[in-house]
């Protein structure tokens, strides 16, 4: 039998450096929110069995309104902080085999082509995936007491900038989360899923990204988005070709 691949958009944060007057994931972006667009690509991809979205309580029937043209996805309260809506989702599966997909809803033009490519790598096998793109500036580590020091500069053929959705064996991503809150281990921070399962001791494996997959933060980020989509929302910009990994 078909594993199931299951999608929560994480769309319970407030998201503050946008400066909008509502929760980033409900600003609209030439009459859609980033989180339609971004519940739209996980139907188109072709890949994706269920859809749950993570909400915040005093937002749900906002969100139910304006995925009304979605009947079946399905909405979960998320928590206080990133790491406790997602494992509120994760909670709320009831399938031990299947495959989760995790994405943030402020990455509303993410193509359906790279949401199948991270399904399909973990539906082939690996345990952790993550959708990288090349780092274009160069990097600067500061020192942590004093930031404005620079420590050294890391070599940047070996950096990538990651992005979402991540994809996870749900079994090994639920036990590294019990671990994660049972332990208090106060010099981690997961920042990420993917983090999340390195701390864990699961291999993390990269597929190629896709620089539409950027994400929506500031008011600059959502004026690029604006500017690269119409009403015949293109698909033309998914890159082709191998990454380095």
Same mark, same amino acid.
């Given at each position: 039998?078909?594993?199931?691949?299951?999608? &929560?958009?994480?769309?319970?944060?407030?998201?503050?450096?946008?400066?909008?007057?509502? /929760?980033?994931?409900?600003?609209? $972006? @030439?009459? @859609? #929110?980033?989180?339609?667009?971004?519940?739209?690509?996980? +139907?188109?991809?072709?890949?994706?069995? +269920?859809?749950?979205?993570?909400?915040?309580?005093?937002?749900?029937?906002?969100?139910?309104?304006?995925? *009304?043209?979605?009947?079946?996805? @399905?909405?979960?309260?998320?928590?206080?902080?990133?790491?406790?809506?997602?494992?509120?989702?994760? *909670?709320?599966?009831?399938?031990?085999?299947?495959?989760?997909?995790?994405?943030?809803?402020?990455?509303?033009?993410?193509? !359906?082509?790279?949401?199948?490519?991270?399904?399909?790598?973990?539906?082939?096998?690996?345990?952790?995936?993550? /959708?990288?793109?090349?780092?274009?500036?160069?990097?600067?580590?500061?020192?942590?007491?004093?930031?404005?020091?620079?420590?050294?500069?890391?070599?940047?053929?070996? &950096?990538?900038?990651?992005?979402?959705?991540?994809?996870?064996? $749900?079994?090994? $991503?639920?036990?590294?989360?019990?671990?994660?809150?049972?332990?208090?281990?106060?010099?981690?921070?997961?920042?990420?899923?993917?983090?999340?399962?390195?701390?864990?001791?699961? !291999?993390?494996?990269?597929?190629?990204?896709? /620089?539409?997959?950027?994400?929506?933060?500031?008011?600059?980020?959502?004026? $690029?988005? *604006? #500017?690269?989509?119409?009403?015949?929302?293109?698909?033309?910009?998914?890159?082709?070709?191998?990454?380095?990994?």
């Amino acid at each position: 039998m078909a594993r199931r691949v299951i999608a &929560l958009v994480a769309a319970a944060g407030q998201g503050t450096r946008l400066g909008a007057e509502v /929760p980033k994931a409900f600003v609209p $972006l @030439r009459g @859609r #929110t980033l989180v339609e667009r971004s519940v739209t690509a996980m +139907e188109t991809s072709g890949v994706v069995d +269920e859809i749950i979205v993570l909400v915040s309580q005093d937002m749900e029937s906002v969100a139910r309104h304006t995925l *009304k043209g979605h009947p079946d996805v @399905r909405f979960v309260h998320g928590g206080g902080e990133r790491a406790d809506s997602i494992w509120e989702g994760l *909670k709320a599966i009831d399938d031990d085999e299947a495959i989760v997909l995790i994405h943030d809803a402020a990455r509303a033009l993410t193509p !359906p082509g790279m949401i199948a490519r991270v399904a399909h790598a973990v539906l082939t096998g690996a345990p952790a995936v993550v /959708p990288v793109v090349p780092v274009a500036d160069t990097i600067k580590r500061v020192d942590s007491v004093t930031p404005t020091m620079v420590v050294d500069t890391p070599d940047r053929a070996s &950096l990538r900038a990651v992005q979402t959705p991540q994809g996870f064996e $749900l079994s090994a $991503l639920r036990e590294a989360n019990l671990k994660y809150f049972a332990s208090h281990d106060p010099g981690f921070v997961a920042t990420d899923d993917a983090s999340l399962m390195e701390w864990f001791g699961t !291999p993390v494996r990269t597929v190629q990204g896709d /620089p539409m997959a950027f994400k929506i933060t500031t008011p600059i980020d959502l004026l $690029l988005a *604006k #500017t690269i989509t119409d009403e015949a929302e293109p698909t033309v910009f998914e890159v082709s070709g191998n990454l380095q990994s």
